[in-house]
């Protein structure tokens, strides 16, 4: 049995033009935000290999430079520097991934931040999930970051509202900043279907199945030495902690997009249970077929995004359900 997003809003874009209107409402919802806001600090940002987590970013920067914000420094969580707790300016942490527990250390990098950073300072969590991975995760939540004077929350889908509406003030719903993307140009499909898979703790999937699948490629040890020494002799971070610039960082997440795309593009379809390989392709105006990951995230996403938009999508129980409609 198939799961095809339908409309439940009335009229619906036709055509694409559900890129250019989920661009709009992510810009909307991003507005009020950074309301006030014309400058920044970002942290968290992704120095690793997760695509997805790039797309959030590069989505975010196309926002500040339209809203003109400027971003006056950007630090990973590996290379946060102290200063950024005294910071006088708005402090930004990125997007995606998930608050709850799945992801102890990039938690562990929020929590401090709440705790920390001034009590004048604005502190903006952009748009992500949420999934308490148990009661003590939610708990924590509320008692390190939620009561925090000055915070702005967003979260992704109605789901993480719920889990967060009665814990922070400020709490906005906006989607993911990747739709701030718009289209995305691809080369001409080559064949029939492209599965990409999760084979990490998300996936709902059982092990072993969709071996001839791809997912995000993963760094070997001779890219993350080829990447330290590129940071050692070009940009003069002799240790793993020392900063880069911001034109630095986001260099490497257009870097990471350009291999998103050449990976998605050789299908006419795309089979996925990954959030960004999911937006990824139908902003690259590719046919999607969707499996849902172990904690509805997908679903959660399109039923409070996706459901009153005309758009090439639709989602399957499991991996054979969703072969046989390809």
């Known amino acids: 049995m198939t799961m095809p997003v339908e409309n439940t809003r009335g009229p619906r874009p036709s055509g694409t033009d559900f890129i250019d209107e989920m661009q709009r409402r992510s810009f909307a919802a991003l507005t009020a935000l950074h309301e006030g806001v014309d400058s920044l600090v970002l942290t968290d940002f992704p120095d690793y290999e997760n695509i997805g987590d790039s797309l959030i970013a590069l989505g975010q920067a196309e926002f500040w430079r339209r809203a003109g914000i400027r971003v006056a420094s950007t630090y990973s969580w590996g290379t946060i520097s102290p200063a ?14 998930n608050f709850g527990g799945l992801y102890p250390q990039h938690s562990e990098h929020r929590y401090r931040l709440a705790e920390r950073l001034r009590a004048e300072t604005l502190l903006i969590q952009e748009p992500q999930s949420v999934h308490f991975a148990s009661e003590s995760n939610r708990a924590q939540f509320a008692r390190r970051m939620a009561l925090r004077p000055g915070l702005r929350l967003a979260v992704r889908d109605t789901a993480s509202l719920a889990a967060v509406g009665d814990l922070v003030a400020e709490v ?22 492209v599965y990409l898979l999760r084979r990490d703790d998300e996936s709902a999937l059982p092990a072993g199945i969709g071996g001839q699948a ?18 050692t002799f070009f ?37 996925t249970d990954r959030l960004h390989a999911m937006l990824l392709g139908l ?21 409070t995004w996706l459901e009153d938009l ?11 359900a969703a072969t046989a409609m390809v």
């Open 283 to 303: 902003q690259m105006g590719r046919r999607v077929i969707a499996i849902d990951n172990a904690n509805g995230k997908l679903t959660s996403y399109a039923g």
């Open 214 to 231: 791809v997912d995000w490629p993963a760094m070997t040890f001779a890219d993350r030495l080829a990447r330290r020494l590129r940071r």
């Open 84 to 97: 950024v707790y005294d910071s006088r300016i708005p402090v930004a942490i990125q997007g995606g991934g």
């Open 310 to 320: 005309e758009l090439p999508l639709s989602f399957a129980p499991d991996l054979p």
């Open 235 to 271: 940009e003069g971070a002799v240790t793993r902690r020392m900063n880069r610039t911001t034109d630095r960082w986001f260099a490497d997440a257009a870097q990471r997009l350009a291999t998103g795309v050449a990976l998605l593009s050789p299908g006419e379809t795309i089979v």
């Open 172 to 193: 906005t719903l906006a989607p993911d900043s990747v739709h701030m993307l718009g289209r995305l140009e691809a080369a001409a499909p080559t064949r029939q279907a």
